[in-house]
């Protein structure tokens, strides 16, 4: 009988610890692009996306204007998401994945902080450009 319960009580904390990991789906939306994003044309948001992912390893490719398919790929996990944008902001929805508890709404909380720094690095790299005017 005493196995037992420290069986459960193992049972309980691996699941406790397992659900700690999730949280709900964060997808980005409506996000205004910096100052100076109206000016450019949309092919050169669309690089400066593109650059801005693959700074961290995203992978985007259009999938017709104003849209890309952006996949990570880190290790054994998988996370596609789908970026809408147009020259005053932009989206990041969630589109699939592989290895990251994907339950309903919920993800493992590591997808939540690799669509953040995406998001950081689309704005910083927008404003860069912007900037320059190139």
Not at 64 to 72: A, E
Not at 114 to 134: F, K, P, Q, S
Request: proline share 3%; aromatic share 6%; charged share 25%.
């Amino acid at each position: 009988m005493k196995h037992i319960k420290h069986g459960l009580w193992l049972c309980l904390l691996i699941a406790l610890i397992a659900c700690s990991r999730l949280q709900p789906i964060e997808n980005i939306a409506s996000e205004p692009l910096p100052a100076g994003s109206e000016q450019l044309e949309l092919e050169q948001i669309e690089a400066a996306i593109i650059r801005a992912g693959a700074k961290r390893g995203w992978i985007l490719q259009a999938e017709g204007s104003g849209k890309l398919l952006g996949t990570y790929s880190p290790r054994d996990h998988m996370a596609k998401v789908r970026v809408e944008f147009d020259r005053q902001q932009f989206s990041i929805h969630y589109a699939d994945s592989d290895n990251l508890l994907h339950e309903g709404e919920k993800i493992h909380r590591n997808y939540n902080r690799w669509v953040n720094n995406l998001r950081h690095d689309i704005i910083a790299e927008v404003a860069a450009l912007a900037a320059t005017g190139d």
